[in-house]
């Protein structure tokens, strides 16, 4: 079993700034995924950004160039830095994990962009 627990969500204004963290333990070996997916009201869960275990990073189309994804390995801890913030960021952000076999989802975290 892998635990993910999500924090950092909140209201911010267009043009803001906001870090995601999601803290991971539990049986974590081997090659794994950790990424990002978000889902807003009445839409489909979207892939946000990942990292992988050698740390090579990869982002959805409508993130890129605005958020960054980054892993701890001290602390199993995987960030996502959101910048440039706009109205359609809003949704709740999921921390997932995944290696063979094996894929686990955090609570979700809220992150409201409105002014």
């Known amino acids: 079993q892998v635990q993910l627990v999500e924090s950092g969500g909140g209201l911010v204004q267009p043009g803001g700034s906001l870090r995601l963290s999601c803290a991971a333990s539990g049986s974590m070996f081997g090659l794994y995924a950790m990424a990002w997916y978000r889902q807003a009201p009445g839409k489909q869960r979207e892939f946000v950004a990942s990292?992988?275990?050698?740390?090579?990073?990869n982002y959805g189309d409508s993130v890129a160039g605005r958020f960054t994804i980054a892993r701890v390995s001290a602390n199993n801890t995987v960030y996502l830095q959101m910048n440039s913030l706009k109205p359609e960021d809003t949704a709740v952000y999921y921390c997932?994990?995944?290696?063979?076999?094996?894929?686990?989802w955090g609570q979700g975290t809220q992150v409201t962009v409105s002014s």
């Open positions: 990292v992988y275990t050698y740390g090579s990073r």
């Open positions: 997932n994990y995944k290696t063979a076999g094996r894929e686990y």
